[in-house]
């Protein structure tokens, strides 16, 4: 399949719960999800370009550009209930793209959740600078946990993964730097205990942009804690709340 869409949405399901991926990643990280939750919702995740399927597009690092083509390909698709979930650069894409939507009219979504991601007023050392270095690179793949062995016995793939990173970095930066509007659904904002590159506080700073409602969360495990169970167990109970079962009939 190609374009954004890795999936096509299960039409019995009662929610579509759209999944963003994190820098240098892609729709794979949400390859065990449908299983986790269930036939009722629809996981469906997004994978930008530049990476998996879409090796061979060039890759977006301009915020505005990507939420108009999330719009164009997955807007028609959001009138009906939906959530979506964005971890790390993902977080940033999801809020940037529900905002967007909103603003077009659309529907908000049920909840926004984001997880392993600072608030976008926070900001990041790393994208300060004038063009993100490789060795900001690298410092972020270190504290994330994304240098496996795997890569390091393979220069061409630890290579390819540093360009994609830089470019996502790029587009983390030009996403933050747009932000500030609040949003107009509940929010969920969930932080990994054993995360080096994004602390508690700074997650719980998306409360700022939840007027709707805000709830924080906190599960076992790293910055990609993504990868892991509990996640979606709590991201299943908070949507079982705003979109419970309806009653047999």
Known sequence: MGGYLAVRPQSAARLRLFCFHHAGGGALSFARWQNRFGPDISVIPVRLPGRETRLREERVVDGEQLSRELEAELGPLLDRPYAFYGHSLGALVAYSFALHHHRAGGRPPEVLAVGACSAPHLGMPVLEGADVSEEGVLSVMRASGGISSQL??????????????????????????????????????????????????????????????????????????????????????????RVPLEPAV
Do not use: N
Request: overall charge negative; proline content about 8%; charged content about 25%.
């Open 152 to 241: 390091l016995d393979r220069p061409q793939w630890l290579r390819l993964t540093m360009t994609i990173m830089r470019d996502d970095l790029l587009l983390a930066r030009s996403l933050r730097a747009a932000a500030g509007d609040p949003l107009p659904c509940p929010v969920l904002a969930v932080s990994g205990q054993d995360d080096l590159l994004v602390s508690p506080g700074a997650v719980h700073a998306w409360s700022r942009y939840a007027p709707e409602g805000f709830r924080t969360g906190s599960v076992p495990g790293d910055h990609l804690f993504v990868r892991d169970a509990d996640l979606a167990g709590l991201l299943r109970d908070v949507l079982d709340e």
